[in-house]
């Protein structure tokens, strides 16, 4: 099985790359669209600011190719925030997989969130084993709403989507390659799809 993990720029790929290595997993970083529609599984990260995201996809094509991929495509933290419509962030349009706003934490809470905090109401193969009220690590400013595609929630001043899906599109808020056991179990039930 080929795993890639999209090279784009904008992320601390080295640190998903090692957790996919823990798993036996020798995932190529790429930024190559033939290697990217040729791989069986597509990582989409990202770290940083929206819209210097949104342009560095927007300057190599991924921006109209991600959208077109049929295999599963998990998109981590910012990488998932770019799945969807539109982020307050520097007024950034998103790739449109997610049909979802995504808004910034008010002033009333500490920002970024920045931490250990608990999933729930967990509704995807990809949270095969692992127990509602978990813990994940999360480090963002930013949040996608509740939606119709919410497949897990965690509360940092109001109910969010810490992740979606939307086909074979799944996106998580917090970084399961640093969320301990319960991150490695996700990253092995993404490779099970």
Not at 37 to 66: N, T, Y
Request: proline fraction near 3%.
């Amino acid at each position: 099985m080929k795993t890639v993990i999209i090279n784009y720029g904008a992320g601390n790929i080295k640190s998903i790359q090692f957790a996919f290595k823990r798993l036996g997993v020798d995932a190529q970083l790429s930024k190559d669209p033939e290697a990217i529609e040729a791989a069986d599984k597509v990582i989409f990260p990202g770290v940083g600011e929206a819209s210097s995201a949104m342009h560095m996809l927007k300057q190599s094509g991924l921006d109209r190719l991600i959208p077109k991929l049929t295999q599963p495509v998990l998109g981590i933290c910012l990488g998932m925030q770019l799945m969807c419509n539109h982020s307050d962030e520097g007024q950034t349009n998103g790739l449109g997989i997610f049909d979802v706003e995504v808004k910034r934490f008010s002033k009333a809470v500490k920002v970024p969130q920045m931490g250990w905090n608990t999933i729930h109401n967990l509704k995807s193969n990809l949270f095969h084993n692992i127990n509602d009220a978990e813990f994940m690590y999360l480090v963002h400013s930013y949040y996608a709403e509740i939606c119709q595609e919410t497949i897990a929630t965690s509360h940092y001043e109001s109910e969010y989507s810490t992740a979606l899906k939307s086909d074979n599109f799944y996106g998580v808020q917090f970084h399961p390659e640093k969320s301990s056991l319960a991150g490695e179990r996700l990253l092995k039930n993404f490779l099970n799809l």
